[in-house]
């Protein structure tokens, strides 16, 4: 075996840890399992701690276990949470379900014959054959009260001042998560749970069921939740979450939110989110540090995490839209882009609209780019010619020789051109 706590160590991704935890993995092959809230048809950036937690249980020649939380999906964990959720139905957690194995399954070997392979379930499958009084007697009576009160999950939101409390539903989330831990334990042996760090209640409320109904003994081991350097929270744009999914989040998007780290977030991600050795990982902070402004940590992490949930296709198509703004591409790569990424590289620029008869009735480009346009591009064709005849102006990345010269580039997509005026200056003109 690996050492895989030594593994998780030098990366920065253990909180908490029960004690004799590493000793017991070392021993032989053990399974452990993640538990994943189904709430959404896509795990979000969030989730990938977790994700990548189960991945290196499983380099480390060890059984991992992807829960889908499709009973707790119902009930809602006060974990963290100031409110309780909605809840959802089983056709909607069962779609969940798919789209989240799909996703898992680019981190995780499900489909090899090795001892090892990953596993998904859903506690939803020996959850549902529960009645309500066979919970309460075969469960609820090992768990005291006073034991669950004790739950920071609990206190935290009992105390707050803008909680209305908890439901009798939520009070017992550590119940039910802490009865499929046994229901591992006892069915696939599995004798490890992990999780966030807000989760060392839950998880340890299975261990104790485990010792109390099981007779065996369970291991417990969490991760910090990921913070941001500036205090914002991690995973979270203005347009919200950060998805593995291209629809929500598309490729483009999200190799820019890795670019955009901090270099001490950068730091601290990159042991995180690759699967990079450390000594090519401490050789690559040495090399950031002596040349921070050339983001060459960004840009490596940025690398790693897309070609790993999108594609190296997507990898370097997003690279190419990046350097777009950057006045490093060409006139083929602008015509390559989608018409989402397209806007999306252009999101905040000026914009102007057109029909396309006047673009076809147009005299020439300077008027396009000054009467036509509103002013928005040169509020004059004095100083628009100017510019044009000294070099300074581009259409769809091809520069414009001479001010009466007519309109002829291709539009992209069927319906924009793309003004460049000096080299930071771009403007996006709708042809409807």
């Known amino acids: 075996m690996k050492d895989f ?36 048809d896509s795990l979000h950036i969030g989730h990938l701690v977790s994700v990548m937690m ?11 276990y992807a829960l889908i939380g499709g009973a707790t999906g119902m009930i809602g964990d006060p974990s963290g949470k100031s409110a309780e959720r909605n809840l959802l139905d089983e056709a909607t957690l069962r779609h969940n379900q798919n789209a989240i194995k799909d996703q898992l399954s680019r981190f995780l070997d499900f489909d090899s014959d090795t001892p090892n392979a990953a596993k998904l379930v859903n506690n939803y499958d020996w ?7 066979g919970f309460i007697r075969d469960v609820g009576k090992h768990i005291t009260v006073n034991y669950m009160m004790a ?30 831990f046994l229901h591992l334990y006892k069915e696939a042996k599995c004798t490890l749970q992990m999780g966030g760090s807000d989760q060392w209640g839950n998880i ?11 007779g065996g003994k369970a291991y417990a081991l969490t991760c910090p939740l990921i913070t941001k350097a500036d205090g914002t929270k991690f995973g979270k744009t203005e ?22 780290t901090s270099d001490v977030d950068a730091e601290k991600y990159i042991k995180i989110f690759t699967f990079l050795g450390k000594e090519e990982i401490e050789e690559l902070i040495a090399q950031h540090r002596e040349a921070p402004h050339q983001r060459a940590l960004q840009s ?48 905040g620029v000026p914009q102007s609209e057109i029909t396309k008869t006047q673009l076809a009735e147009v005299a020439n480009v300077t008027d396009l780019l000054s009467e036509l346009t509103g002013g928005t591009i040169f509020p004059s064709k004095g100083e628009a010619r100017k510019m044009i005849k000294g070099g300074g102006v581009s259409i769809n990345k091809i ?21 460049q005026k000096g080299k930071k200056n771009y403007y996006l003109i709708s042809v409807v």
């Open 127 to 133: 959850m549902k054959e529960f009645s309500f009084l």
């Open 5 to 40: 706590v030594a593994e998780l160590t030098w990366r920065g991704m253990i909180q908490d840890i029960m004690p004799e935890t590493d000793a017991h993995l070392m021993e032989e092959m053990r399974a452990a399992y993640v538990g994943i809230d189904p709430t959404a």
């Open 54 to 64: 189960l991945k290196h249980f499983q380099v480390c020649g060890h059984k991992p």
């Open 239 to 260: 347009g919200g979450n950060i998805w593995l999914d291209a629809e929500r989040t598309s490729p483009y998007q999200f190799y820019q939110y890795w670019l955009n």
């Open 300 to 347: 490596r992490l940025a690398e790693e995490i897309t070609t790993m949930v999108h594609s190296k296709e997507e990898l370097i198509k997003a690279q190419k839209a990046s350097e777009i703004l950057f006045g490093k591409s060409t006139t083929e790569d602008l015509a390559e882009l989608d018409e989402r990424t397209l806007l999306q590289v252009f999101e």
């Open 151 to 180: 739950k920071d999950s609990v206190k935290k939101r009992l105390s707050g001042e803008s909680s209305d409390g908890m439901s009798f539903t939520e009070f017992t989330y550590q119940l039910v998560q802490g009865y499929d």
């Open 204 to 214: 340890t409320t299975g261990t104790e069921l485990i010792r109390r109904i099981g």
């Open 399 to 419: 520069k414009v020789g001479d001010p009466n010269d007519a309109v002829e580039v291709e539009l992209l997509q069927g319906k924009y051109l793309l003004a």
